[in-house]
């Protein structure tokens, strides 16, 4: 059974930063794409970062140079590294993964962004 379980979000001021981890179980983050993604208040969710299985990575334009998305064999995860964060960096952050011909999503994780 594939399970994404989110950590690391929180409450920060404008211009800190915050590191999300994305624990996987049920598949190895190795061998399969995975993302994060972002929905604030009153908006559709959107990609924000993803790294496919052989290691490339895309980010929206709105993070590039600020976000990184990596990828922890080791521990199973995938982390979000988020540096220079603002105001329109607050949103809840899922995991996503496809396979087995279904998205899965984790919980999410808050972050806010105070200014």
């Known amino acids: 059974q594939v399970q994404l379980v989110e950590s690391g979000g929180g409450l920060v001021q404008a211009g800190g930063s915050l590191r999300l981890s994305c624990a996987a179980s049920g598949i190895s ?33 709105s993070v590039k140079g600020r976000f990184t998305i990596s990828r922890d064999s080791a521990n199973n995860t995938v982390n979000l590294l988020m540096n220079s964060l603002n105001s329109e960096d607050t949103a809840d952050y899922y995991c996503n993964t496809n396979t087995l011909h279904r998205p899965y999503w984790g919980q999410g994780t808050q972050v806010t962004v105070s200014s």
């Open 29 to 61: 983050v190795s061998f399969i794409s995975m993302g994060w993604y972002r929905q604030a208040p009153g908006k559709p969710r959107e990609l924000v970062a993803a790294i496919t299985r052989g290691g490339s990575t895309t980010y929206a334009d």
